[in-house]
């Protein structure tokens, strides 16, 4: 799986970092980063709950 996010919908507020910081990262220019965005079995879970608290909706997981 592989990570999708929408740039304009993001509002920087960090709570993909929190549940899954393998993944997302909020630069010092309040930007979020995708660390890596592909998505490893063991990493699922966390970026699974990281799409979930997303009160923008702005991450979804697509096929790769
Ligand atoms: S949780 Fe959603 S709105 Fe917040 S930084 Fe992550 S992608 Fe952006």
Known sequence: MKIKVDFDLCESNALC???????FQIDDDDFLQILDEHVSAEDLDAVKQAVAACPKSAISLVED
Request: proline content about 14%; overall charge negative; hydrophobic content about 45%.
């Open 17 to 23: 970092e929190a549940l899954a910081p393998t993944h």
